[in-house]
């Protein structure tokens, strides 16, 4: 009986994937109650993360300044990519949820552009779900550019900072 429920929620789970696509949807959360304490709790989502970034993004700018770029160091680094994901230093979203720059709202920020962090400081915190996922900095180095806002939602493989 377990594998029968278990290959009729990936075929649930396959149809809300179909629908999402269908009916051109970002996200869908569904939960499906098979009885007392038990449950199962969907959420569909498209990575869209990368346009919202590219409108963000000057385009007139970066694609007149990569020319110039390999011929001077400091201007490389001061032009980012068209796409902040694609820049070696950025820290992308593990997951879907909220970014908070603070641990709560009047709070000093975890980091700021030019501060130096070590392997493992905390960044930010994802809400996700109710729970406050901190997020460590994968490397040492220096915040070059944080690129959410305290509060916006993010998804997953949204690019969140640069740090060089």
Partial sequence: MTQSR???DVAFIKALAELLNDNDLSELSVKRDYGENDSLNVKVSKLSAQPVFQQVAPTPAPQ???S???????AAAATLPDDPAQHPGAVTSPMVGTAYLAAEP??????STGAQVAEGDTLMIIEAMKTMNHIPAPRAGIVKRILVSDGSPVEYGAPLMIIE
């Fill in 6 to 8: 278990n290959d009729a």
């Fill in 64 to 66: 007149a300044q990569p």
């Fill in 68 to 74: 110039a770029a390999p011929a001077n160091t400091p």
């Fill in 106 to 111: 009047g709070a000093a920020n975890f980091v």
